[in-house]
């Protein structure tokens, strides 16, 4: 797997930014613009600092000039994340004592805060929120926060019966997991409606890039033609719809929200193309092995029927993304599956770099 390039960045000396109060006319528009970038030094901390959405985004800001700390679970990965530059602090979610003191120092410090941590193995609670909802509000309260992002998923949506959804539309979670995110993002909105504390959320397809992609999976098949799939891909596999983004495009989106914070905002992340798996995974074998037939662009696997399972779970919607779009400006460099793979297929490892660093 790709990991964050083993480059090294200069970090500029700590001068913090500080996120004014709204007046009465920022909070009739929703919008707050953070100062520019030559203003101030911007310092992101991340929770989840270790996973690779986050690694990405680490590697796009420190290249931007930031500097980046964070917390992790692995030694290993805190000491790779310290070689490449990144403050990295051992935190372990599930045992709910969190960050030692000199990484509530790094959060005290931040001016951006990121989560990428889901909720705990018996989807009660967020972790962040059981062990750091008072120093963010702190944080807010001396108006010192930027930004905070929450990274959710767009399970929360539910079944829909292949109906398009928007970031206004009804919240039908179908599995614990996505009940406890929908509960997640409330606890987190809830957090900026009685704090102010600057949250805003991003609902997540399906994560691709290099090294964790279609490509990989189609690889290990081919390799191992015996290799069965896991439980959860046989049901994705029976969906018609399956939202994904490139983890590249996930880093500019986020990156674009922190230099135009709308706090209280909700913002799907996904590309243009809900395919479904089965497409996807076909055209992935035909670029390993050209001789492979692709399948046609927008055809569906054989047998495939729209409908709820027994059980509701076939979980089916189409994710719009105009609001990353017309709000944040963001344009997509991978807007399908298709540009995707090929991209990564010729050497393209954005976010995560030059090639020469592996996981």
Known sequence: MVGIVRTHFHCIANSPCKARRRTSARKASGLIRAE??????????????????????TNTLLQSGWRVSGACRSKPMRDALLEAGVDAHMWNPDDETGLSDLGLQALADATHICSTVPPTADFSKDPVLLCHRSELCEAAAHERLCWVGYLSSTSVYGDH??????ESSKLLPVTPTACARAAAEEAWIQLHATHEVPVHVF??????GPGRS????????????????SASQKRRGTKRYTSRCHVDDICTTL????QAPSPG?????????PAPRGIVMGFARSLLDPAAAAP???????????G???RGGADEKRVRNQRIKEELGVQLAFPNYRVGLQAIVQGDIRPFGRPSWRE
Not at 161 to 166: C, E, K, R, Y
Not at 265 to 273: E, G, L, S
Not at 296 to 306: F, R, S, T, V
Request: aromatic letters at 8%.
């Open 255 to 258: 990156h674009a929200s922190m």
């Open 296 to 306: 046609l662009a927008g055809g569906e696997p054989a047998g495939l029927q729209m």
């Open 161 to 166: 019966q292949g109906d398009w959804v928007n």
């Open 203 to 208: 609902r997540l397809g399906g994560i691709y």
């Open 265 to 273: 905002r909700i913002y799907n992340v996904i590309d243009d193309d």
């Open 36 to 57: 520019s970038a030559g203003d101030a030094e911007r310092h992101l901390f991340c929770f989840g600092i270790g996973g690779y959405t986050a690694r990405g985004l």
């Open 214 to 229: 279609a490509l990989d999976a189609a690889q290990k098949k081919m390799t191992d033609p015996r290799r069965q799939p």
């Open 308 to 310: 709820r399972s027994p």
